[in-house]
């Protein structure tokens, strides 16, 4: 028969007891988090595309100003590089689109501050789940910017 003993000072024993208690907090934390946030929203019809942009504060014209399909690069160029930046700003990432087919839907916004007509809302469709969106307004005093408005756009 084996016996084995070991010393453990209090503080020793509590420190062990913080530790433990702190990596399974964390590890409870991160697990929580990879459910709720990887999980892009299902898009499979219009009218959750539509619920989905109004639920972002957006106010569209129902039906689609185009919709285009198209088989997006197995690696993304430096254009696609600029435009994921955008959509990692907002949770989106288009690499995990690479060499897949993906739908682009364009909507009329109505509802975009001090510009009555013109902006339009893109929303990019990979396997039923949004993987990218932007607003813009073509033209020559044009812009595009985030489909997820940040949270100053939002208070403010």
Same mark, same amino acid.
């Given at each position: ?18 530790? &433990? #208690?702190?990596? =399974?907090?964390? &590890? =409870? ?11 892009? !929203?299902? @898009?499979?019809? $219009?009218?959750?595309? =539509? ?5 972002? /504060? ?5 039906? !689609?100003?185009?919709? *285009?399909?198209? @088989? ?13 930046? @955008?959509?990692? *700003?907002? /949770? ?9 087919? &993906? ?7 109505? $509802?975009?501050?001090?510009? !009555?007509? #013109? ?11 949004? &993987?990218? #969106?932007? =607003?813009?307004? !073509? /033209?020559?005093? /044009?812009?595009?910017?985030? @489909? ?7 208070? #403010?």
């Amino acid at each position: 028969m084996f016996i084995w003993t070991a010393r453990f000072s209090k503080k020793k024993a509590v420190a062990a007891v913080i530790a &433990v #208690g702190l990596v =399974i907090a964390a &590890v =409870i934390l991160l697990s929580g988090r990879s459910h709720t946030e990887d999980k892009a !929203p299902v @898009l499979s019809d $219009n009218a959750q595309r =539509i619920a989905y942009l109004q639920s972002l /504060g957006w106010e569209v014209v129902e039906e !689609p100003l185009e919709t *285009l399909q198209f @088989l997006f690069p197995e690696t993304l160029n430096a254009s696609y590089l600029a435009y994921n930046e @955008l959509q990692r *700003l907002q /949770g989106f990432d288009l690499t995990a689109c690479c060499g897949k087919q &993906v739908t682009r839907y364009t909507y009329t916004v109505t $509802n975009y501050p001090n510009r !009555p007509e #013109g902006v339009q809302a893109n929303l990019y469709i990979c396997e039923d789940a949004a &993987v990218a #969106g932007d =607003i813009c307004c !073509p /033209g020559e005093s /044009g812009f595009q910017e985030r @489909l997820i408005p940040s949270e100053a756009k939002k208070a #403010g």
